[in-house]
């Protein structure tokens, strides 16, 4: 249980264009998901918290016009990358947090390319 | 700002050898947990540690949460090649939830 997927696994896009990545909680309502990102060997940095129903929470440094976050029901987050740029290729991972226990549940990353 | 220092980074070892990574801070966590991410993958959760001094095990993998839930380790028994892969710690009680810290990962290599 508590399966959590993320789609596309990979997109390559053209400077300029806008990208969304999708991440559903497969077989639990998730009220709270969490974006984050994560540069070639470096480690997993919270991007913003994404509420249903409500505004996301944005982390210090991240432009909340450029990555955009809806949280429109339960079961579904996305993120979408506005004016893509080659400086935002990265690994984009989603988590939700399982029902009724410690730790949460990731997604299997998005890598997006900007060319 | 909470910070998770992970030590070694690198961590090449042969089959059957013992090793232990660590996961140190200066802040206390509610909890800190262990993931296991295989490239190009999201991380997949190993353990939840809440309680200080706590101990779990997981077949040869050992899990300890310092008494001051401060720092973590976690040890492995007779490494097997099926172990490579980069470990991660992350610590939770940095305000929101969800808001978890990080280590900079360690990346374990086993050769047969």
New interface residues.
């Given amino acids: 249980g508590a399966v ?1 997927s ?1 789609h596309p ?1 990979w997109v390559i896009c053209k400077s300029g264009t806008s990208v969304k990545i999708e991440c559903r909680s497969l077989d639990f309502q998730a009220t ?1 998901m ?1 974006w984050y990102r994560q540069f070639p060997k ?5 991007m913003a ?1 994404s509420n249903e129903g409500s505004k996301a ?1 944005y982390e210090q440094g991240v432009e909340k016009d450029k990555f955009l976050i809806n949280h429109a029901s339960l079961t579904l987050s996305t993120l979408t990358v506005t004016s893509a740029h080659p400086e935002d290729s990265s ?1 984009y ?1 989603c ?1 939700a ?1 399982r029902p009724s ?9 998005t ?1 997006l390319t900007v060319v | 700002t909470q910070l998770l220092e992970q030590s070694p980074q690198f961590l090449s070892i042969q089959e059957g050898e013992n090793l232990t990574v660590y996961c140190n801070s200066s802040s206390v966590f509610s909890s800190l947990q262990w993931y296991r991410q295989e490239p190009g993958e999201g991380p997949v959760l190993l353990v939840t540690v809440v309680t200080g001094g706590e101990v779990k095990k997981l077949k040869r993998l050992t899990f300890q949460f310092g008494d001051a839930r401060k720092d973590s380790s976690l040890h492995i028994t007779a490494a097997q090649p099926g172990d490579t892969g980069l470990y991660l710690c992350a610590g939770e009680g940095g305000g929101s939830q969800g808001n978890l810290i990080f280590g900079k990962g360690t990346k374990l290599s086993v050769k047969p």
């Fill in positions: 959590v993320q696994s709270t969490f470096q480690s997993l940095m919270l918290t929470t690994f991972i988590s947090s226990n410690y730790g949460y549940t990731f997604g299997s990353g890598r």
